[in-house]
Each structure stands twice: as structure tokens, then as C-alpha cells.
Nanobody
Framework: QVQLVESGGGSVQAGGSLRLSCVASGYPYSSYCLGWFRQIPGKEREGIAAIDTDGDRKYADSVRGRFTASRDSAGHTLYLQMNNLQPGDTAMYYC?????????????????????WGQGTQVTVSS
């Protein structure tokens, strides 16, 4: 069982930056792919970034070039550096984990999401 706790959300103006953190606990968190998802009001939750245990990364087209995911050397903290934030980035951001690969945003099976989720942290971007 993996437990995930996000932090770092808040309110910023367009063009600003935020850094989200996700701390994983429970054995064996270092064996898990960790990813970031977000849910924009009125839309389905979407994967935006993931790093797997091979160090492979994947980004959604909507954030590539603006957001950077990284993981500490111990493998138990995942970060999301978000630059040039826009009002369209306003969403609840979630950390997730599973044994899948980054190319599937950590999901083990195609069409399914990761098994473990944090409680989410709100990001609000004003124009």
C-alpha cells in the first residue's frame, strides 16, 4: 500500500509559477511509477506528467515545455515545477502511483488509471 500526500498548491496570476510536491510512503514506494494528474472543473481527470522507475518521463501536450516533473534520489518525493501558468491550468492536482510505466501515466493496464491517489491540491490561476 502506498500513501501519497500533495502540497504546494495555491493561487497565482497568469505567467506565474508554482511547485507541487508529493510525498510517498509505505513499502515499496521506490518501486512505483509516480505521476501527476489534474481535474479541470467540468472535465475528466487527465494525466499530465509521470516518471517511472526506469527514469522515463511522459508529459501531456497541454503542459509540455511549461511543466517539469522530477523525483528525488530516494524515489519517495515527486515534484512538479509549473511555469508560465495560465487560467486554463486551474484545476485540482493529484499525485498517483502504480506499477505501470510512464507512457501509461503509471497505470498497469490500458484504459485504467493508477491504483493509489493523494487527496489533491488546488491550483488557481487568475488572468
Amino acid at each position: 500500500q502506498v500513501q501519497l500526500v500533495e502540497s504546494g498548491g495555491g493561487s497565482v496570476q497568469a505567467g506565474g509559477s508554482l511547485r507541487l510536491s508529493c510525498v510517498a510512503s509505505g513499502y515499496p514506494y521506490s518501486s512505483y511509477c509516480l505521476g501527476w494528474f489534474r481535474q479541470i472543473p467540468g472535465k475528466e481527470r487527465e494525466g499530465i506528467a509521470a516518471i517511472d522507475t526506469d527514469g522515463d518521463r511522459k508529459y501531456a501536450d497541454s503542459v509540455r515545455g511549461r511543466f517539469t516533473a522530477s523525483r528525488d534520489s530516494a524515489g519517495h518525493t515527486l515534484y512538479l515545477q509549473m511555469n508560465n501558468l495560465q487560467p486554463g491550468d486551474t484545476a485540482m492536482y493529484y499525485c498517483a502511483a502504480d506499477l505501470g510505466s510512464a507512457k501509461r501515466f503509471c497505470a498497469v493496464k490500458v484504459g485504467e488509471g493508477p491504483s493509489f491517489w493523494g487527496q489533491g491540491t488546488q491550483v488557481t490561476v487568475s488572468s
